[in-house]
């Protein structure tokens, strides 16, 4: 159902100054199970590869502990006016040992939060797939690597699609699926990966594990609309949108090289059921020899597996270019997953990341014109450590809402005068809950946890009015 622009009375359309988006648009925030819910060793939940012990000193055992503020946060979310609130199912609260064991407690748990969402009118987008592999899966030659684990994913997603489908219209598959071939290593063992005896993965096998989680992917597609007739499921793509450095055709083709390897290879198998030419020359070349059927044995077709929507994380872009370009212009290089240059064009957050809200309208363009199908933004938003809690509560992050407020725009310009169907904005970490690293000083929300305090208070900022104010008006009032 793609969202199309207002021109009644309420919104004159782009041009006049009370535009508005439409009445269905998705309001909202988005969070990850093993972020923000806790109860680790809770309600029979079994071990995922986040419940070991990790250098980093992470409390994801705890988290924002939504596991006993489910109430008290979602109505905070609907004192905000959300419309929808995107959450990942913890699959080891559901199948604790990554088989088809079933968990009865996790599944009382889930149902009464979708419920309580459905009767404060938020509706749940939820992810199936946000990291947290069952550690019964996981290991070195095992993880994604292996047959087992997808079939394994489809038998736990069975269960969601049977369980929660009364409750639950809207789902993504994997999260980020397409850092598969960035970050092979943690398909197989998650953050445990980043230690210093990570493995080596070689070309063939990161190829075997993007193909296994598209083999689950698809796999979800199809149970979704055989067992859930009329929910939407898409994909969760990792953006990472590259500009040339220079209007050098050199430096063009590196950002087209860039987005091309990042983003489009995956969502063109994503969209069209068949890896492109390129990509399955590079794959043959590698030794790896994809099997182009789904995990039930149907051929890949985007008949058969076509999702209803395309979403997606956008934080930032960045810059691409030729070597001796870069060198030429002294560009300074950035390295992330990736290396990348710095865009003298842009400013930067006190985190580091560029602040590029045009750069969110762009990306939204080009994969509209790409693939032709509706998008969501599951993830955006200002993560910084400048949050302070003054002494009689309150929070005053105002860049925070400059930030929103840029974003938001850029969304509202993409539906009302670029005619792109954007089903909705949900930004990630709506309530204060860990970094993927699990640092709990870099904060996203609208809502303060005190991660310190007995009990984890929760604190509105001014963010939360401010974005409050947004959703009344539909964003016609930033
Ligand atoms: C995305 C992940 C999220 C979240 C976000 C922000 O890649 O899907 O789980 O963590 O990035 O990143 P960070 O937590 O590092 O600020």
Same mark, same amino acid.
């Given at each position: 159902?793609?969202?199309?622009?207002?021109? &009644?009375?309420?919104?004159?359309?782009?041009?006049?100054?009370?535009?508005?988006?439409?009445?269905?648009?998705?309001?909202?925030?988005?969070?990850?199970?093993?972020?923000?819910?806790?109860?680790? #060793? %809770?309600?029979?939940? /079994?071990?995922?590869?986040?419940?070991?012990?990790?250098?980093? /000193?992470?409390?994801? +055992?705890?988290?924002?502990?939504?596991?006993?503020?489910?109430?008290?946060?979602? +109505?905070?979310?609907?004192?905000?006016?959300?419309?929808?609130?995107?959450?990942?199912?913890?699959?080891?609260?559901?199948? =604790?040992?990554?088989?088809?064991?079933?968990? @009865?407690?996790?599944?009382?748990?889930?149902?009464?939060?979708?419920?309580?969402?459905?009767?404060?009118?938020?509706?749940?987008?939820?992810?199936?797939?946000?990291?947290?592999?069952?550690?019964?899966?996981?290991?070195? @030659?095992?993880?994604?690597?292996?047959?087992?684990?997808?079939?394994?994913?489809?038998?736990?997603?069975?269960?969601?699609?049977?369980?929660?489908?009364?409750?639950?219209?809207?789902?993504?598959?994997?999260?980020?699926?397409?850092?598969?071939?960035?970050? =092979?290593?943690?398909?197989?063992?998650? =953050?445990?990966?980043?230690? $210093?005896?990570?493995?080596?993965?070689?070309?063939?096998?990161?190829?075997? *594990?993007?193909?296994? &989680?598209?083999?689950?992917?698809?796999?979800?597609?199809?149970?979704?609309?055989?067992?859930?007739?009329?929910?939407?499921?898409?994909?969760?793509?990792? #953006?990472?949108?590259?500009? $040339?450095?220079?209007?050098?055709?050199?430096?063009?083709?590196?950002?087209?090289?860039?987005?091309?390897?990042?983003?489009?290879?995956?969502?063109?198998?994503?969209?069209?059921?068949?890896?492109?030419?390129?990509?399955?020359?590079?794959?043959?070349?590698?030794?790896?020899? =994809?099997?182009?059927?789904?995990?039930?044995?149907?051929?890949? #077709?985007?008949?058969?597996?076509?999702?209803?929507?395309?979403?997606?994380?956008?934080?930032?872009?960045?810059?691409?270019?030729?070597?001796?370009?870069?060198?030429?212009?002294?560009?300074?290089?950035?390295?992330?997953?990736?290396?990348?240059?710095?865009? $003298?064009?842009?400013?930067? #957050?006190?985190?580091?990341?560029?602040?590029? $809200?045009?750069?969110?309208?762009?990306?939204?363009?080009?994969?509209?014109?790409?693939?032709?199908?509706?998008?969501?933004?599951?993830?955006?938003?200002?993560?910084?450590?400048?949050?302070?809690?003054?002494?009689? /509560?309150?929070?005053? +992050?105002?860049?925070?809402?400059?930030?929103?407020?840029?974003? *938001?725009?850029?969304?509202?310009?993409?539906?009302?005068?670029?005619?792109?169907?954007?089903?909705?904005?949900?930004?990630?970490?709506?309530?204060?809950?860990?970094?993927?690293?699990?640092?709990?000083?870099?904060?996203? /929300?609208?809502?303060?946890?005190?991660?310190?305090?007995?009990?984890?208070?929760?604190?509105?900022?001014?963010?939360?009015?401010?974005?409050?104010?947004?959703?009344?008006?539909?964003?016609? %009032?930033?």
């Amino acid at each position: 159902m793609a969202a199309v622009a207002s021109t &009644t009375a309420a919104g004159h359309g782009a041009g006049g100054a009370a535009a508005t988006l439409p009445a269905d648009f998705y309001w909202g925030g988005s969070t990850s199970a093993f972020q923000f819910e806790g109860g680790a #060793s %809770e309600g029979g939940k /079994g071990k995922s590869v986040y419940d070991v012990p990790l250098r980093s /000193g992470a409390k994801f +055992d705890t988290a924002s502990d939504f596991y006993h503020h489910w109430r008290e946060d979602i +109505d905070l979310m609907a004192q905000m006016g959300f419309s929808a609130f995107r959450m990942s199912i913890s699959w080891t609260r559901i199948c =604790p040992n990554g088989d088809s064991t079933v968990n @009865e407690e996790g599944i009382a748990f889930y149902r009464q939060v979708f419920q309580y969402l459905r009767q404060r009118g938020i509706a749940p987008v939820v992810t199936l797939y946000h990291w947290d592999l069952p550690l019964a899966l996981a290991g070195k @030659e095992a993880g994604w690597l292996s047959d087992r684990t997808v079939d394994a994913f489809l038998a736990y997603s069975r269960v969601c699609f049977e369980r929660f489908g009364d409750l639950v219209c809207d789902w993504l598959t994997l999260n980020e699926d397409n850092l598969c071939t960035m970050l =092979p290593a943690f398909q197989l063992l998650g =953050p445990s990966a980043f230690g $210093p005896n990570a493995p080596q993965v070689s070309e063939a096998d990161t190829y075997r *594990i993007l193909h296994n &989680t598209l083999r689950a992917h698809f796999g979800a597609v199809r149970l979704c609309h055989e067992l859930c007739p009329g929910a939407r499921i898409g994909c969760m793509l990792a #953006s990472s949108l590259a500009y $040339p450095l220079t209007p050098d055709p050199v430096d063009v083709i590196a950002a087209q090289r860039h987005n091309r390897k990042t983003m489009w290879d995956f969502l063109d198998v994503c969209t069209h059921g068949t890896y492109n030419p390129r990509q399955a020359a590079a794959m043959l070349a590698s030794g790896f020899k =994809p099997n182009m059927r789904g995990a039930d044995g149907t051929p890949f #077709s985007a008949d058969v597996y076509h999702m209803d929507f395309i979403s997606f994380s956008y934080y930032f872009s960045i810059c691409q270019a030729d070597q001796e370009s870069a060198a030429a212009e002294g560009a300074t290089t950035v390295q992330t997953m990736y290396a990348s240059f710095e865009n $003298p064009k842009l400013a930067k #957050s006190s985190f580091g990341w560029t602040i590029d $809200p045009t750069g969110l309208r762009i990306l939204m363009n080009e994969l509209y014109d790409r693939y032709g199908l509706p998008v969501m933004v599951v993830e955006n938003g200002l993560g910084v450590k400048d949050d302070v809690l003054t002494e009689d /509560g309150h929070v005053h +992050d105002d860049y925070r809402i400059e930030y929103l407020r840029q974003h *938001i725009a850029a969304v509202r310009a993409t539906v009302l005068e670029d005619h792109v169907p954007v089903l909705g904005y949900l930004p990630w970490g709506c309530i204060d809950l860990l970094s993927a690293s699990g640092d709990p000083a870099k904060r996203y /929300g609208f809502v303060y946890v005190d991660f310190g305090a007995k009990g984890m208070p929760r604190y509105r900022k001014d963010s939360f009015a401010w974005y409050q104010h947004v959703i009344a008006t539909r964003g016609a %009032e930033l």
